[in-house]
């Protein structure tokens, strides 16, 4: 019989010895609550002062012209992977993304163009054209066939065309010409006056009264009257 209490106060004080002891997560050995929570605690701090970092990385303030507010505008999740984590297969995503954005801002704009009846308006000369900049990917399938048609511009009004490569090295961009056939000058984007640029390609035609029109996307019809005159 004594055995036998022996045996239970044993157990009864390894109970309350181990009561307030468990399995921690990414730990071990069995530890006490406390010390979990503490590690917990830390993971946490840890976590946001990392989301804090990118936040004051890559925010870019925003203020609401109607109540002052100033906001912060983190990029797109393909974009800020890319960045955070520039690997060919989110370089590859960011350029999918990047490729089907396009695409529905030219379908959008062709749209708003048929409602607004934008492309009735008047068509353009060009003895009132100042200047053509176009706006490029080496690696960009559309840029090739827009090429085709700034080809023509180029040789309607020699030297006032210009390109302006957005994304590419030196030898993408040897390749690119010599696959297009475009003779312009081609400046780095950095040198580039226009730098909103959210797709490509994009064709600015510049106007001798300082006005300009802006083509993004695959375009044919720049509603130039001489350019369907070239072949």
């Known amino acids: 019989m004594a055995v036998i209490t ?14 307030g002891q468990y399995f921690c997560d990414e730990m071990d050995h ?5 010390e979990c929570k503490m590690k917990e605690q830390k993971k946490q701090e840890e976590t ?3 989301e804090n970092e990118q936040i004051e990385l890559w925010c870019e303030p925003q203020m609401d012209p109607t109540t002052g507010q100033v906001t912060c505008k983190m990029p797109p999740k393909t974009v800020l ?9 989110n370089a590859k995503k960011y350029l999918e ?25 008047e068509q353009i000369s060009i003895k009132d054209i100042k200047e ?7 690696t960009c399938p559309h840029c090739q066939k827009q090429a085709q048609v700034i080809k023509k511009i180029a040789k309607l009004i020699p ?3 210009v390109g302006y490569i957005v994304n590419g090295d030196a030898v993408s961009l040897a390749k690119f010409l010599q696959i297009t056939g475009l003779k312009i000058p081609v400046y780095h984007f950095s ?10 390609p994009l064709t600015i035609i510049v106007f001798k009264d300082g006005k300009q029109k802006e083509f993004l996307g695959f375009t044919e019809d720049f509603k130039i009257i001489e350019i369907n005159q070239i072949r």
Do not use: R
């Open 6 to 19: 022996a045996i239970i106060f044993l157990v009864f004080f390894a109970f309350n010895l181990f009561a």
């Open 30 to 34: 069995f530890s006490f609550e406390g």
């Open 48 to 50: 946001k002062q990392k």
């Open 81 to 89: 992977d890319l960045l955070q984590n520039p690997t060919p297969e």
């Open 97 to 121: 993304w990047n490729q089907k954005k396009m695409e529905q801002i030219v379908k959008a704009q062709q749209v708003v163009e048929q409602v607004t009846g934008d492309s009735k308006q």
């Open 132 to 138: 053509v900049n176009f706006y490029f990917s080496t």
């Open 159 to 161: 030297n006032k065309v």
């Open 191 to 200: 040198s580039a006056p226009y730098k909103d640029i959210t797709a490509v």
